[in-house]
C-alpha cells in the first residue's frame, strides 16, 4: 500500500523538525518528506490540513493483563484502546498471572500480539522469579524471547542489595531496569497521598518519602553500578527534586509520569471515588505543578499512561479494597495537548516525550519520521471535541477517573508498519 | 403540622453538617430525652417504618443505642451483623444491600470497618443511611451525643476549650469530635504520642500539642480516648506502661483542667491506661450521660430523617 498524507505540519523532534508539508509511505516504510509531494496515480491520499502529524506514540508503561485476567483487557483490546489514542507501540508490565518471569511467557506475549494486537507490543519481564524479589530471572533468556527492559512494577525489589545484582547484571544485556519506586514499610496499608484530606476521609495515607526513599535508594545504586535505571510514574515534587540533581550529577537516570499526575489531585479521591485510586497515589496541588515543570525542563524524559484496567469488580467496593489502577491509553494525548496549549510544552518536546524519548530509552523502532524509518505514525486533529464516557472507550474496563470530562485533540489516524491500524 | 426541615437524606459524617443542623439535631435530642424520664417511653411516631441495622463490626454498645432508640419510636427493626472478614472484593457489602431493599427499609444504620462504606451503602440503597462508625473515618451520632452532653454541662459549646487525648489517627470519634466541635466554635486541643496524631488535623479545625499538660490546661472539657498499642500489626508506642506514665488521665493531670471540667470517654475504657480509675468515676465524669444522650441523639436522627412531625413527639 502506498500513501500520501498531504497537508499536515509535520513533526520529527530527533532532528527538531517542525514544517508544513506531505509524507509519502511506502512498504511500510517512510519513504519521503517535502513541502509538496506530487500524487500520482495508485496513491492513497489523506488530507491532513490543520493536523499534526507525529512519529507514532509509544508508551512504556502499559498493563495489558493477558495472560491472566482476560476479563479486565487483552492484548487484543488493549491494543485496541492504544491505537485509538494514537499509540503505535505499547510496552506491557510483567504483572500478569502468571508473570512474565521466564522466556514462554514473553513469547506466549509476543505470539498473541503478532495474531490479535492492533500495535507492536513489546514485554516488559519481571527482575525477580515470581516478582517476589528472591531470585533474578533469566536475563540471557528473556532478552531472547524478545523482553525490551526488566521490572517487578507492583511488586518494588525491597532488597536493595538484589537490586544492585540486577542493575550490575542488567549490563550484560543492554536490559534497563525500570523502577517502580516504593519503599513498603513506608507505603503499608495505605490508600491514597498522605495528608489532611487523607485524614479528613479516614484513609490511611501513603506519604511522599515512600516513593522518595526509594527513587533515592536506585539512583544511589544507578550510580555504584554504572547501569541505567528508568524510574516509573513519578508523582512527587521531590522525587523531580532528587532525579534533577542525579542527572546533574551525571547518573544514568531517566523517569517517567503519567497524564494523571500532572491533571489531577488527591482531590480526585473525595467522595471516596475508587477511579482515582492509584499507585502511587494522586499527589497535591505542589507537586501536579512541580511535575508539570519537570516535564517542561527535562527532568521527566517520558510520559507513560501506567494504563491499569480493572473491572468494575475491583472498582464498585469499599476504598479499601479497591484495586489501584486506572486507564490512560485514550486520555493521554487530550491531557497532554492541554500543556501544549497553555504553552507548558511545544509539539516538538510533546513527541519528544511520548514518542522520541521512549524509544532511545528501551532502544524500540520509531520516535522519529526519516525516510528508511518504519511508517509508525500518528495524525492528530488537535481541534476535535470529544467527550469521556465508558461507551466511547475502547479498552475493555472502564475505570477512567476522567469519565464526563470534554476533551479537545484526538489522534485520527494510526499508522503500524504503514497500514492503517485506526482511523476516526 | 410543623414538619421539620431536615435537609439531608443521610447522616454520612459531621463533615456533611452544617451548624443550623447540627442545632436542629441537639434541639429535637432535647426533646426526645423527655420522652425517656416519662414512665412510658415510648411513642407511636415512627409506627410502621422499618430500620434495619447492619453491623459489619461488633459493637454491642452502639448497636443497642440504636435499637432502643428505634423502639422508643415504634419502628420495626432489623439487625444483621456479618463479618467483614469474610468479604470477598467487597460483593458482601452490596449484595447485603440489595438483599435488604427487597425488605424496603426506610433507613439503614451501617457500622463497617471500612471508611467511605457507608458512602458506598448510599449508591446502591434507596434508604437512608446512617453512619454507625466506618473505618477511621466518622462516628458521627457518637460526635452528636459528646455536644449534647457538653451542652447539658456547659450550656454553650462556643468558647470552650476541648482537649482530645490518645490515639486520634484511628479514632473516628476524634474525627467526627473535631469537625463538629470546631464548626460550634469550641477551641479543640488534641494530644498523644506523635505516632498517634495524624498529618493535617489542624484543617479539621484542631490545635496540635506534644504537650499533653499544655491541651489540658485550663480545659473545660476532656475527652479520653481508648488506646490500642497495636495497630496494623506495627507497635505505635513502646508500652502501655509507658503511655499510662505520661499521656493517662490521672487526678494530677486532671487538675490542671478548669475547676467544673469534666471528662468525657467513647468507651469501652482502658481503666488505668488512658484513664485513671479514679477519674473514671469520679465527680466530673460524665460517661454514663453520654450513654443516656446516645439514645437521645439517636431517635432525633430517626425522626429527622424520616421528616416526622413535631407534634407526634408532644
Ligand atoms: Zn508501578
Redo the contacts between chains.
Keep these: 500500500m502506498r500513501l500520501l498524507l498531504k497537508g499536515g505540519r509535520i513533526i520529527d523532534p530527533s532532528v527538531a523538525l517542525d514544517m508544513e508539508g506531505d509524507l509519502l509511505i511506502e512498504e511500510g516504510q517512510i519513504r519521503a518528506i517535502d513541502r509538496e509531494i506530487p500524487a500520482d496515480e495508485g496513491l492513497e491520499v489523506i488530507d491532513c490540513r490543520q493536523k499534526v502529524i507525529l512519529p507514532g506514540l509509544i508508551d512504556i508503561h502499559v498493563h495489558l493483563r493477558e495472560p491472566g485476567e482476560e476479563y479486565k483487557e487483552t492484548i487484543e483490546t488493549g491494543t485496541l484502546a492504544a491505537v485509538a489514542g494514537g499509540f503505535t507501540a505499547v510496552c506491557t508490565m510483567p504483572n500478569t498471572k502468571p508473570p512474565n518471569d521466564c522466556a514462554a511467557v514473553t513469547k506466549f506475549i509476543r505470539d498473541r500480539a503478532r495474531e490479535q494486537g492492533h500495535c507492536r507490543v513489546y514485554p516488559v519481564a519481571a527482575i525477580t522469579v515470581g516478582q517476589r524479589g528472591k531470585r533474578l530471572t533469566e536475563f540471557a533468556d528473556l532478552k531472547e524471547a524478545g523482553a525490551v527492559a526488566l521490572s517487578d512494577d507492583g511488586h518494588p525489589v525491597a532488597d536493595a542489595f538484589l537490586m544492585r545484582l540486577a542493575l550490575e547484571y542488567s549490563r550484560n544485556f543492554n536490559l534497563p531496569i525500570i523502577s517502580h519506586a516504593e519503599e513498603l514499610a513506608l507505603s ?2 495505605g490508600q491514597m497521598n ?12 501513603i506519604p511522599k518519602a515512600a516513593e522518595e526513599v526509594a527513587i533515592f535508594r536506585d539512583i544511589s545504586l544507578a550510580a555504584l553500578t554504572g547501569a541505567p535505571i528508568h524510574i516509573a510514574h513519578v508523582s512527587t515534587k521531590g522525587a523531580c527534586e532528587i532525579i534533577r540533581r542525579a542527572k546533574e550529577a551525571g547518573v544514568p537516570v531517566t523517569a517517567e509520569t503519567a497524564p494523571h499526575y500532572f491533571s489531577l489531585t488527591e482531590e480526585a479521591v473525595a ?2 471515588n475508587t477511579l482515582a485510586k492509584v499507585n502511587p497515589p494522586l499527589r497535591t496541588e505542589e507537586d501536579r505543578e512541580a511535575i508539570i515543570e519537570a516535564l517542561a525542563e527535562g527532568v521527566i524524559d517520558v510520559i507513560a499512561t501506567d494504563h491499569a484496567p480493572h473491572s468494575v ?2 472498582k ?7 484495586a489501584c489502577g486506572l486507564i490512560g491509553l485514550e486520555t493521554a494525548l487530550p491531557l497532554t495537548l492541554r500543556l501544549v496549549r497553555r504553552g507548558i510544552i511545544n509539539w516538538l518536546r510533546m513527541a519528544e516525550l511520548l514518542s522520541l524519548n521512549p524509544a532511545r530509552i528501551l532502544s524500540l523502532p520509531g520516535g522519529q519520521l526519516r525516510p528508511g524509518s518504519p511508517a509508525d505514525i500518528t495524525v492528530i486533529d488537535p481541534e476535535l471535541s470529544w467527550r469521556v464516557t465508558p461507551e466511547g472507550l475502547k479498552s475493555r474496563s472502564k475505570n477512567s477517573p476522567f469519565l464526563g470530562w470534554e476533551m479537545k485533540g484526538a489522534a485520527i489516524l494510526t499508522l503500524v508498519r504503514g497500514r492503517v491500524a485506526f482511523k476516526r | 403540622m410543623e414538619k421539620a426541615s431536615f435537609p439531608h437524606r443521610h447522616i454520612l459524617g459531621m463533615a456533611e453538617l452544617g451548624r443550623a443542623e447540627i442545632e436542629l439535631i441537639l434541639e429535637t435530642a432535647a426533646s426526645m430525652k423527655e420522652i425517656l424520664s416519662r414512665p412510658i417511653k415510648k411513642v407511636p411516631t415512627l409506627r410502621g417504618k422499618t430500620i434495619v441495622h447492619l453491623f459489619f463490626e461488633p459493637s454491642t454498645r452502639t448497636r443497642i443505642s440504636f435499637e432502643m432508640a428505634a423502639k422508643r419510636l415504634s419502628a420495626d427493626t432489623v439487625s444483621v451483623t456479618a463479618s467483614a472478614s469474610s468479604v470477598v472484593k467487597g460483593e458482601t457489602l452490596i449484595d447485603t444491600a440489595k438483599n435488604l431493599e427487597a425488605m424496603a427499609p426506610d433507613i439503614i444504620v451501617l457500622r463497617h470497618p471500612f471508611s467511605g462504606a457507608a458512602h458506598l451503602l448510599t449508591r446502591h440503597v434507596r434508604a437512608s443511611v446512617i453512619n454507625a462508625g466506618d473505618g477511621t473515618h466518622e462516628h458521627p451520632t457518637q460526635a452528636l451525643l459528646d455536644l449534647l452532653t457538653i451542652r447539658e454541662e456547659k450550656g454553650n459549646i462556643k468558647g470552650l476549650k476541648v482537649a482530645i487525648v490518645g490515639d486520634i489517627t484511628h479514632s473516628r470519634v476524634a474525627h467526627s469530635n473535631i469537625l463538629a466541635l470546631s464548626k460550634l466554635g469550641a477551641e479543640v486541643w488534641v494530644s498523644g504520642p506523635a505516632t498517634m496524631i495524624p498529618p493535617g488535623i489542624e484543617r479539621l479545625g484542631a490545635r496540635v500539642t506534644y504537650k499533653i499538660e499544655e491541651a489540658l490546661a485550663g480545659a473545660d472539657v476532656i475527652m479520653a480516648l481508648r488506646i490500642q498499642k497495636e495497630r496494623q500489626g506495627r507497635d505505635l508506642i513502646p508500652s502501655l506502661r509507658e503511655y499510662a506514665r505520661v499521656f493517662g488521665l490521672t487526678p494530677e493531670r486532671v487538675s490542671l483542667a478548669a475547676k467544673d471540667c469534666i471528662i468525657m470517654h467513647p468507651g469501652p475504657m482502658n481503666r488505668g491506661v488512658e484513664i485513671s480509675p479514679e477519674v473514671a468515676d469520679g465527680p466530673y465524669s460524665v460517661i454514663l450521660d453520654q450513654v443516656t444522650n446516645g439514645v437521645a441523639v439517636r431517635m432525633a436522627i430517626l425522626y429527622l430523617l424520616l421528616g416526622g412531625s413535631r407534634e407526634a413527639v408532644a
Design positions: 503499608a496499608g498522605e495528608g489532611a484530606l487523607s485524614t479528613l476521609l479516614g484513609l490511611k495515607g467522595g471516596y469488580l475491583e464498585e467496593v469499599e476504598f479499601a479494597q479497591a
